[in-house]
Every structure is written in C-alpha cells, then in structure tokens.
C-alpha cells in the first residue's frame, strides 16, 4: 500500500510557540490530504482537508488562524499549531487517500504534541 | 444525531468466538464505508472496505453493508488476543464541495484468552 510520512512522531513545546508537522506522501502523489486530530480514548475528528495548490478547507470550530495548513506540492502538506497552549496537546494525525478518490486513507504515524 | 455512531463498548469476548461490531450512519448518499483497527498510540490501519450491500469476507474479517437500515458491521471470526484494540467505523460523507471521511467514536474490543 502507499506510505505516508509523518514527522515529528512527538514534540514538547512551551506554551506560546509554534510547532509544524509535516506529513509526506512517498510513493503517490497526494493533491488532497486530511488532518485529523484525537484526544485520548476518543476518535479521530476531522480538522480540515488540504488541497495543493489553494487553501484549506476547515471543519466547522477549527480556527485557522491557529492551525496553518499548506500544501505546497503533491507530496507535502504541513500543520503549524501556532502560540501552542496545553489544551492543543493531542495525537495529531494525516492522512491521504488513494488516488482521484475519497477512498482508502492512507494514515502517517501521528505526532502527539504535549505542550507544556 | 452524530454522522456515524458505534457502540463505545468496551467488547469483551472470549478467545476463538466470534465478535461482532456495529455501526450506523446518518448520511444516506453515502457509498464508501470502512472498518479500521487501531492499536493505543498508533495510526488507524484499514481492515475492510465495503460498498455494496451484503456481506464481503475478507480472511476472517466478514464487513455486513445495509444501506437502507444505514448500518454497518463487522465480524471477526476466531477472535484473538491479538485482535484487541479499537475498531473505528469510517464513511465516506458528502460534504458542500467535496466529500470526506468521517469516523465513529470507536469500539473498544478485548479479547480474553
């Protein structure tokens, strides 16, 4: 199956700075990427879909003011979790599916954020 | 009423039975639907895709689609250990532009040896 790339796997931060995660797709091309985000023992929910080349689309309640989305190339799509505060702490997941379709997402590794 | 639900569970069944997981779902456009395992503190991991009625078996993994109940469920024969984990139930759910994956709260199965 496609790879997809997840980087930082964990970061801690202080409260107030700015973290990125970028999220690689490795064997395809991604022109679509979902980010999704999930607290402890609940389940993955939907922050926004990124799109190359034009901006994201966000869920309703998502700022996106604080949560940067870019999408540069078909095979990069970054999430800046900007002025980080402790509630932003959480398992932050990408995803993209299979070619020309909404179809089969194929997950990164996650990167859980702590802040502190 | 929340896009697609399941039972939270924890499910606790005994090694080599047979456990069963629902889910169901709001949108009745919808086509796709999917069935991920997800192990504590990692990614989901896509064990069946379904998206026809009936059921579609898959090694011992049986998905069940009913589209006009708008349910969904799966089997999982011979359940072992190593099966515990959490089962999210995705569907594919139009949205205004474009269409997404949406994912139920999960459910929690244990298998005790």
């Known amino acids: 199956g496609a790879v997809v790339s997840q980087h930082p796997s964990w970061v801690i931060c202080k409260s107030g700075t700015s973290v990125k995660i970028e999220c690689r797709s490795l064997?395809?091309?991604?022109?679509?990427m979902f980010w999704y985000r999930q607290f402890p023992k609940q389940s993955l929910m939907l922050m926004a879909t990124?799109?190359?080349?034009?901006?994201?689309?966000?869920e309703q309640g998502v700022e996106k003011d604080k949560f940067l989305i870019n999408h540069a190339s078909l095979t990069l799509s970054t999430l800046t979790v900007t002025s980080a505060h402790p509630e932003d702490s959480s398992f932050y997941i990408c995803?993209?599916?299979?070619?020309?379709?909404?179809?089969?997402?194929?997950f990164g590794s996650g990167t859980q954020l702590s802040v502190l | 009423q929340k896009e697609v639900e399941q039972n939270s569970g924890p499910l606790s069944v005994p090694e080599g039975a047979i456990a069963s997981l629902n889910c169901t779902y709001s949108?009745?456009?919808?086509?796709?639907f999917f069935w991920y395992r997800q192990y504590s503190g990692k990614s989901p991991e896509l064990i069946m895709s379904?998206?026809?009625?009936g059921d579609k078996e898959d090694g011992r993994f049986t998905a069940q689609l009913n589209k006009a109940s708008q349910y969904v469920s799966l089997l999982i024969r011979d359940s072992q250990p190593s099966d515990s984990a959490t089962y999210l139930c995705?569907?594919?759910?139009?949205?205004?532009?474009?269409?997404?994956?949406?994912f139920g709260s999960g459910t929690r199965l244990s298998i005790r040896p």
């Open positions: 995803s993209a599916p299979q070619r020309d379709s909404n179809e089969k997402l194929f």
């Open positions: 064997d395809f091309q991604a022109t679509t």
């Open positions: 990124s799109n190359e080349g034009s901006k994201a689309t966000y």
């Open positions: 949108d009745r456009g919808s086509q796709s």
């Open positions: 379904i998206y026809s009625n």
């Open positions: 995705a569907v594919n759910i139009r949205g205004s532009s474009a269409s997404k994956i949406i």
